[in-house]
């Protein structure tokens, strides 16, 4: 498996730092948020767009993935949404990145099965341009949709092999599955695994690997049982804690904790 981190545990730090930190800590990959906020997102231009591949392959650094912030199971228009995945969609295939990260996102008021069919359609039409570009379409267990029986209610009527799972350990967690059940339903549709850690089921606040509630020996055991291996990336939730420990003081010993579950796990 290689492992990556996501760019959410050091908000708006400039590119070339970001890749030094990659670097110096033995990543193979990065996981971008696609955020304004942040110096690669959907509205950078061409010129950009080769000024952040010529820096990631000076690097020897790979572009994960895109995380972006479409909520294909919202209420409204489908054509807003869908657009804002072919954007990102774009900006992965400009980057080479290879997958883009999309929320679930229903409303409370929506049903069920209203929220489902509005993700899977939407899904399903933005999947014929995934292909066009080669990109894969990870549907996070996030929110509306934390757990992998709540995705795959999505994702098995899409049947679409460029649309598929992101793994967001800490959710399906939180939504009382085992990681052995949540592998199990998710096996055929995994994009990556995103890795993390948390005080508590009732504190969420990021902490480092390996010294939190979550069963990130279980996750990376199952994983290994089966033959997986694609991504671990770790996601560190820095943007929404500010009070967290930075993540750049955490990052060695955290990619230390990931290969010791790795070699255990072998």
């Excluded at 670097?23 to 000024?51: F, M, N, Q, W």
């Excluded at 990631?56 to 807003?80: H, I, M, Q, T």
Aim: proline share 5%.
């Amino acid at each position: 498996m290689k492992l990556a981190f996501s760019t959410l545990g050091v908000p708006g730090l400039p590119l070339t730092d970001v890749l030094r930190l990659a670097s110096t800590h033995g990543y193979h990959g990065v996981e971008l948020r696609a955020h304004p906020e942040e110096p690669v997102h959907p509205g950078i231009g061409l010129g950009e767009r080769a000024d952040a591949v010529a820096e990631f392959k000076a690097a020897g650094v790979e572009v994960l993935g895109l995380a972006g912030y479409a909520r294909v199971a919202a209420p409204g228009d489908d054509e807003p949404v869908i657009e804002e995945i072919h954007r990102l969609l774009d900006l992965a295939r400009d980057l080479g990145a290879g997958f883009v990260r999309v929320f679930p996102g229903a409303a409370s008021d929506q049903s069920r099965e209203e929220a489902d069919a509005t993700a899977a359609r939407r899904l399903g039409t933005a999947a014929e341009y995934a292909g066009d570009l080669d990109v894969r379409i990870l549907l996070e267990t996030h929110d509306s949709h934390r757990t992998a029986a709540d995705a795959i209610r999505v994702l098995g009527p899409v049947g679409h092999r460029q649309v598929g799972a992101l793994w967001d350990v800490m959710h399906t967690w939180l939504g009382g599955e085992q990681p052995s059940e949540t592998y199990a339903a998710l096996a055929p549709h995994l994009g990556y695994v995103q890795v993390k850690d948390i005080a508590s089921a009732t504190d969420t606040t990021p902490v480092a690997l390996g010294t939190g509630v979550l069963p990130l020996a279980e996750c990376v055991e199952v994983l290994s049982r089966h033959g997986w291996d694609g991504w671990l990336c770790w996601e560190y939730e820095k943007r929404w804690y500010e009070a967290a420990a930075p993540l750049e003081e955490l990052l060695g010993a955290g990619r230390e904790h990931l290969a010791r579950l790795l070699n255990d796990s072998a």
